[in-house]
Structure formats: C-alpha cells, structure tokens
C-alpha cells in the first residue's frame, strides 16, 4: 500500500532550526510537496522536490532523496507565526497527492 | 492574490437540509479541480476529482449521491452536502492545480460546516 510517514508533533525554540522528517512508500513517484497549515486555514504551498537534493527558499529548504524514500523540511530563524501543522505529499505515478497525517509544530519562547 | 476562492468560509445547518460550498479559479481555466475534507487533527482526505463538462471521479467510501458535484464551467466547481448530518461536521477545501502534470497545488480559504 501507498504511506506517508511524518511525526505527530515536534517543539522548537524561536530562533532555533528544526527538522520535520518525512518517509514515503507509494506507487511511482512524481514530485513531492510540503505545505504548511496554521489551524483553521487551508494549506499554502512551500515547496516542491522532484530530483535528489536541496531546495533552498528563504528560511525554509527541502531535501529529498529518491532511493532512501525521504524527505526533510528544514526551518531556520523559528519565528512564533512558524507554528503550524506541515503537510508531506508524494505524486504518485497516477499524479495523485498521497497525504500524510501532518505534524504539529509547537514553537516556544 | 488569491488563485483560489471558496465561499462560504463558514456555514452551520440544521440536520437534513442540503448546503452548497462553492470553488472558483480565478487566475486560470481549471478543468480539473478537487475537493478535500478535513476532520479536526487529521490530514486531508481527498473526497472526489471534479472534470469540468464532465461526472466527477469519487474516491472509495465517498457517497457520491450525498456529495453533489458540479463542474459547469472552467472556472467554478460546487460541492453539495445534501441531507446533511451531523457527522458530516468538518472542513472541506476545494483545490485547483497549475497546468501541467507536476503543477502547484492551491487551495481555496476552506468551507467549515457544521450541521445541528
């Protein structure tokens, strides 16, 4: 079966880096996503990896890694407006998004 | 701006009435585009594909005769929740992607229903 594996939740320090790991297992790959969710909102888009490597954008980057199945999201300079849920998403080779579950990033003082 | 707007933002029925949630492009001609449903802390779950000028594509579990879809023309698509219960309480997001076959994702503001 197809999955998308991210953690539940993770805690940061404001000013401090974080790393949101996501492990994917799908049928074919086309690209994958990141987004960020604040509660009550919808997703915005913040990046986009279809070849091995990093993806640098501002504070935030992404890496991927196609043999290993893997993807980070890496956030420099946390600010308290970072605290969100950020959503992994694999194109399968149907170019359907397979969704993971999310995970909640707490960001303190 | 906005790529995307989904109206209403919020709706609150009574049980066995019907509420429609709208989803227009408003950059682009959309022949496709999708509506996702959110239950709290979980991740989105895609409901159905909507084909303009054509039957939306349902996912496996969707009750396509609850859920009313209507793509009319390129650039608006409607999900009706029809006999609404309160079970079907939750957030529903209506998404559009560039063209292309690795096009960006963007999502409209999201509808939260919640039924009585």
């Known amino acids: 079966g197809q999955n998308i594996d991210q953690p539940t939740e993770m805690t940061a320090t404001e000013g401090a880096i974080v790393q949101i790991n996501c492990t994917y297992q799908?049928?074919?790959?086309?690209?994958l996503f990141w987004y960020q969710q604040h509660a009550g909102e919808a997703p915005t888009f913040l990046s986009y990896?279809?070849l091995d490597g990093l993806e640098e954008k501002g504070r935030f980057s992404s890496f991927l890694s196609r043999s290993k199945g893997y993807s980070y999201l890496l956030l420099k300079e946390l600010q308290m407006k970072d605290s969100a849920s950020y959503l992994c998403?694999?194109?399968?080779?149907?170019?359907?998004?397979?969704w993971g579950a999310g995970t909640k990033l707490i960001i303190k003082p | 701006g906005a790529v995307v707007s989904q109206h209403p933002s919020r709706v609150i029925c009574k049980s066995g009435t019907s509420v429609k949630i709208e989803c227009r492009s408003l950059?682009?001609?959309?022949?496709?585009m999708f509506w996702y449903r959110q239950f709290p802390k979980q991740s989105l779950m895609l409901m159905a594909t909507?084909?303009?000028?054509?039957?939306?594509?349902?996912e496996q579990g969707v009750e396509k005769d609850k859920f009313l879809i209507n793509h009319a023309s390129l650039t608006l698509s409607t999900l009706t929740v029809t006999s609404a219960h309160p079970e079907d309480s939750s957030f529903y997001i209506c998404?559009?992607?560039?063209?292309?076959?690795?096009?960006?994702?963007?999502f409209g503001e999201g509808s939260r229903l919640t039924v009585l």
């Open positions: 909507s084909n303009e000028g054509s039957k939306a594509t349902y």
């Open positions: 990896n279809v």
């Open positions: 950059d682009f001609q959309a022949t496709t």
């Open positions: 998404s559009v992607r560039t063209p292309g076959d690795t096009g960006e994702l963007f």
């Open positions: 799908t049928s074919g790959f086309n690209g």
């Open positions: 998403a694999v194109m399968d080779s149907n170019y359907q998004l397979i």
